[in-house]
């Protein structure tokens, strides 16, 4: 048959035919369901490199491509041309939003974004100093004592609150870990402002709601910062089966709180070879240097003897440019521009881009710069604390979190998540 595939135990001469599935785009895949009961065997697939492991309709990746898309629309279509929330509205609705359905659902994250009182008293428990990435997991997952009723999947307000609800108050809780580690007073949400200026407000402000003073008046939030964090948020919305989001349906497939099951997704992403790797791509940069640096840097990259790996190239799933990081790029020029930036940091990494972009090395093996090696160097841009890097990820990806848990937990066919193994012990 012309939509199966036959496997031969070479061993025996014993076949096994498979359905061929097709997607609309990307590579077909081979449905071994029945594998184990058919043959007795597992397959082996360390990392899942070749394993797909659900169905989706949210988020397609073509790696040789460079290709990234959210319900069919192409990432470079969404980033800086529509704003975060209006993606938000794309991934959970399945639709780009309406002009007044965009200003509903923007009015209602607003009012959603504060938090229960009894939240600010567990941020109160942690010590000054704790990584905000640590109090922000704890406070999502105390997010489900608070709303802790059975969801019921067929109410569809209640679910849609559920979803909208998180998106909302995730930068409240960010913003309220960061000022936990600093030792200074948590700073309400303003209704009067959009959510991605709220949170850099709520990251700014002093006590009763001041930004800081200059010789002309108290210091704004320029449209220019609260554009770029906004594309920032929407390049980071949801990436398809990576090691978070795979942790978020794992856990749901357990019929665990949805807000326990994105609180495991913040601790996947808190990894440095995932959601930390911008932290990582500043601090080698601080370590290179100078420019006169640069080109003996590179040089221990291509050392195979050498331990020196250079951060922010390359990708597990990219084989050509990164779209995201592409994106990027032209953001961190306008901003270099707009903002007057001039700084050593920027003058490395442009450095590090040039020598890296113009030798064979790189290039013959798909080593290009990822979001991760653009994305440090714009929020160093915009002020934002290295240690916040992580958390801004997870303000952006919770809609995709929350997303594929939704497309889960409504999947009939969905089966709690048991891989198996190759034991080799005694």
């Known amino acids: 048959m012309a939509n199966t595939m036959t496997l031969v135990d070479n061993r025996d001469g014993k076949k096994f035919e498979y359905n061929i599935m097709s997607g609309t785009r990307g590579p077909d895949v081979v449905d071994i369901r029945s594998f184990y009961k058919d043959s007795g065997m597992f397959t082996y697939d360390p990392g899942y490199t070749s394993t797909a492991s659900c169905e ?13 898309r959210h319900r069919g629309y192409a990432i470079a279509d969404l980033a800086g041309k529509h704003s975060y929330l209006d993606v938000c509205y794309l991934l959970m609705r399945g639709k780009l939003p309406t ?52 969801l019921n999947l067929k109410d569809e307000a209640e679910f849609k609150e559920m979803r909208r609800r998180i998106v909302a108050k995730m930068p409240t809780i960010a913003a309220m870990a960061y000022r936990n580690s600093i030792g ?25 709601g001041k930004l800081k003073r200059t010789l002309t008046g108290n210091e704004d939030i320029k449209q220019v910062e609260v554009d770029a964090l906004d594309a920032i948020f929407t390049l980071h919305a949801d990436h398809e089966q990576n090691a978070s989001t795979t942790s978020v349906r794992n856990i749901g497939s357990t019929g665990a709180h949805p807000y326990v099951a994105i609180s495991a997704g913040i601790g996947a992403l808190w990894g440095p070879a995932h959601g930390g790797a911008n932290e990582k791509v500043i601090d080698q940069l601080k370590l290179i240097g100078d420019v006169s640096n640069v080109d003996s840097y590179i040089a221990k990259a291509k050392d ?45 990494a442009e450095a590090v881009e040039k020598a890296a972009l113009s030798d064979d090395y790189f290039k013959d093996r798909g080593l290009y710069p990822n979001i991760d090696f653009y994305s440090g160097v714009i929020l160093t841009a915009l002020k934002i604390p290295v240690e916040m890097f992580t958390p801004i990820f997870v303000i952006g990806r919770t809609v995709g979190w929350i997303t594929q848990w939704s497309e889960l937990v409504q999947d009939p066919t969905t089966k709690i998540a048991r891989p198996r193994q190759l034991y080799t012990g005694k």
């Open 184 to 208: 200074v007073p948590a700073i309400y949400p303003d209704v009067d402002r959009y959510f991605t200026e709220n949170f850099l407000y709520m990251l700014r402000a002093y006590p009763g």
């Open 56 to 68: 989706s309709k949210i988020t397609f990746i073509d790696g040789e491509k460079g290709e990234l």
């Open 99 to 150: 002009p007044e359905a965009s200003k509903n659902f923007d009015l209602e994250i607003r009012h959603r974004s504060f938090l229960n009182e009894g939240i600010l008293k567990i941020f109160d428990a942690f010590p000054n100093h704790a990584h905000p990435m640590a109090t922000l997991g704890s406070a999502v997952m105390a997010l489900s004592t608070f709303y802790k009723e059975h």
């Open 304 to 348: 195979k003897n050498d331990p020196f790996r250079l951060m922010g190239f390359g990708h597990r799933v990219y084989k050509n440019r990164d779209p995201r990081a592409e994106a990027l790029k032209g953001l961190q020029d306008k901003l270099r521009e707009e903002l007057n930036l001039d700084s050593k940091l920027l003058e490395v």
